[in-house]
């Protein structure tokens, strides 16, 4: 820390020293909001040396977390993409409910360990009324976003905090929650709070056309390629007309804050009818139209006219909805296919409940892992969980097609594009993923110059062949794989930054084979997939012994070769032993002529844990697969929320 950032930081211990001993409200060396919020600190009585740090009971948490399901699920992938840039900082993000009540958080270790010393973390009360000044709080407060460095805390104890904070609203207006990111101060970076405002925008969009599905939603921008980022305006319209929502950026281009916006209509803002521009989105080629606004400056928008439409008239099949209604929630089983995919290992089931929260919702999903680890696996799961399941998955290998073929294989040509081309043109991989997934398989190996027309692609639903004029409507979900982290691509300039920020609404890291805590039962659903009904066969002993201490760098691709090969060796048999092992397989596991001796399984601990223990941890862990969803969880476990609510209250009193 310079001298000059210890100079600031002396002056504003002092000045807060001054505020709180003799009252004397600080000129110059503190701004506006701070000194307002020691004020109101200072009404309620707060202390300076105050030690008490209220955290709600893990049931209340639960409760909390329920009830803001939609808030979570929104908030989680923006949250890790938000870590990804911060991470190694001694930082961390975290997630506030309306009344400052931390949801959910993730951060550096080192970081998270000091910071649950304040009860900085899940369960954790922020709001200034029991924190005094403090990010998460004094943005609720405000109702803007704030940044709290270090002596500018009210409480003496979270002085070694530095803190951005923005609060995020619902596209009524209304606060949801805080968004955050907490760090050690020494660390303290000067854009921190521009990336907590951009993620809580994120979020804040992502919210908008899922809450509006039988209403009119319009994106706009004066730039046309602005449309499709965060920073599109969006605005919804009931289908009569009459103004509903708007988000910050729309209000920014209409020149009107919420409060003016009551009352307007369609036709009070846009120069067009609705009807003609509903007509115009339905038959024009292009799906980004021109509009003018009312003050006459000309404006890009796409337009969705929602299920209320008749896409024949233009006009409301439905009635309007009454105003203060809400649509409820749709419930979705979980699909079996992408559960299945994990035995009991905690890193699958985390990931699992992740991808399980976001499909269905248009996001589209990156995933990480080395090779061999069932990226494509996962990724066909995710198609046959997702609304497009009936239609087509296509993968594509990016890093195995020639650069000189990758753009007529994703985009198609025309008869006669160039020499050598089919005789009828090719539609395209893109194309042939419409109404179904694209699955773009090792996506950091795509050459730059061909990840601008990819990004167009996504953001205006359009592909336009080589050689060809006319341009395709296509409607895809879009996974992508890599054995690399696509953000160091990002940063040695091989690989855009729009692009990256496009395709990862939500990253999915896959653990080694080595790392999974149920490799063994994965090794026997291995064998039984590949000896079919009509046989059975083991593993022995000593070979399960091997299975358990072996490295697997070819991960489960290795698992699956190494027993389909033990199956032809075996002929006849019923049990394979170390025989049908290579020598190079079991050399690799560092056991030689002693693996009986060498590779041994540690015992599992005994059964004789009480019940209540047994249950406690079985809440517990089926709360973690869950995200912390009551609803989900107790129909998991087949008894009713309110039993679920009565445990967890039991557990936090210490009764059975």
């Known amino acids: 820390m310079g001298s000059l950032a210890l100079d600031k930081l002396n002056g504003v211990r002092k000045a807060r020293e001054e505020f709180l001993s003799h009252g004397v409200i600080p000129v110059g060396m503190v701004n506006e909001t701070i000194i307002r919020s020691w004020q109101r600190s200072a009404t309620r009585g707060i202390g300076m040396e105050r030690g008490e740090t209220r955290c709600t009971p893990r049931y209340d948490l639960m409760e909390r977390r329920d009830k803001n399901d939609i808030l979570l699920l929104r908030s989680q992938p923006v949250m890790e993409n938000l870590y990804h840039e911060i991470c190694g900082t001694s930082s961390m993000v975290l997630l506030a409910d309306s009344e400052g009540v931390v949801l959910h958080s993730i951060g550096d270790p080192d970081f998270v360990d000091q910071a649950q010393k304040v009860y900085l973390k899940p369960g954790g009360i922020w709001s200034e009324g029991v924190n005094g000044t403090n990010a998460i709080g004094t943005a609720l407060e405000e109702q803007a976003a704030v940044q709290v460095h270090s002596s500018e805390h009210y409480i003496d104890k979270n002085r070694f905090l530095t803190c951005s904070a923005t609060p995020i609203f619902d596209p009524r207006g209304a606060v949801l929650g805080a968004l955050d990111v907490s760090g050690d101060y020494r660390s303290q970076q000067q854009h921190t709070l521009a990336l907590v405002r951009l993620s809580a925008q994120i979020i804040e969009n992502q919210m908008f056309a899922p809450e509006f599905p039988n209403d009119i939603v319009i994106c706009f921008h004066l730039k046309p390629e602005f449309i499709g980022t965060l920073y599109e305006g969006i605005a919804v319209f009931s289908p009569q007309g009459d103004f509903i929502a708007a988000n910050r950026s729309a209000l920014l281009q209409f020149g009107l804050d919420r409060f003016r916006m009551i009352g307007q209509s369609f036709a009070s803002l846009f120069s067009i009818s609705l009807k003609k521009l509903l007509e115009q989105g339905r038959f024009q080629n292009h799906p980004v139209l021109k509009l003018q606004l009312k003050c006459g400056a000309d404006v890009y928008g796409r337009v969705w006219p929602g299920a209320s439409i008749s896409p024949v008239t233009f006009l409301p099949i439905v009635p309007a909805r009454s105003k203060g209604s809400k649509e409820l929630p749709v419930v979705r089983e979980e699909p079996t296919l992408l559960t299945g995919l994990e035995l009991g290992d905690s890193k699958m089931q985390a990931l699992i409940g992740k991808a399980l929260r976001v499909v269905g919702h248009d996001i589209p999903i990156m995933i990480e892992g080395e090779s061999g680890t069932g990226k494509e696996l996962l990724a066909r799961a995710l198609h046959l969980a997702g609304p497009r399941k009936n239609g087509p998955f296509i993968p594509v290998n990016c890093a195995s097609i020639p650069e000189g073929l990758i753009e007529s294989e994703l985009f198609g040509y025309e008869d006669g594009a160039f020499t050598g081309a089919r005789r009828k043109g090719h539609m395209g991989k893109i194309r042939e993923a419409d109404k179904g997934t694209l699955f773009l398989d090792e996506i950091g190996e795509m050459p730059l110059q061909f990840q601008a027309r990819l990004l167009r692609v996504l953001q205006d639903h359009m592909v336009t062949p080589l050689g060809g004029s006319n341009s395709f409507r296509v409607e895809i979900s879009v996974v992508c794989a890599t054995n690399r982290r696509v953000r160091d691509a990002v940063a040695a300039g091989t690989f855009r930054e729009d692009l990256y920020y496009r395709l990862n609404g939500l990253l999915l890291t896959l653990p080694r084979l080595k790392e999974r805590e149920d490799r063994l039962l994965l090794a026997g659903k291995i064998l039984d997939q590949c000896v079919g009904e ?61 693996v009986g001796e060498r590779c041994e399984i540690q015992p599992v601990a005994g059964n004789n844990a009480l019940l209540a223990d047994n249950e406690a941890r079985f809440i517990s862990s089926t709360l973690e697969r869950t995200g912390g969803n009551i609803t989900a969880a107790a129909r998991m476990m087949g008894i009713g929320r309110n039993t679920l609510y009565r445990k967890l209250r039991g557990q936090a009193a210490g009764s059975p």
């Open 534 to 594: 009509e046989r059975s066969v083991s593993i022995s002993p000593r070979v399960l012994r091997i299975f358990e201490n072996h490295p697997w760098p070819g991960n489960i691709r290795q698992m699956h070769n190494v027993l389909r090969t033990a199956l032809a060796l075996l002929g006849d048999g019923n049990e394979i032993t170390l025989d049908e092992l290579s020598e190079d397989f079991i050399d690799q596991a560092g056991c030689g002529a002693n």
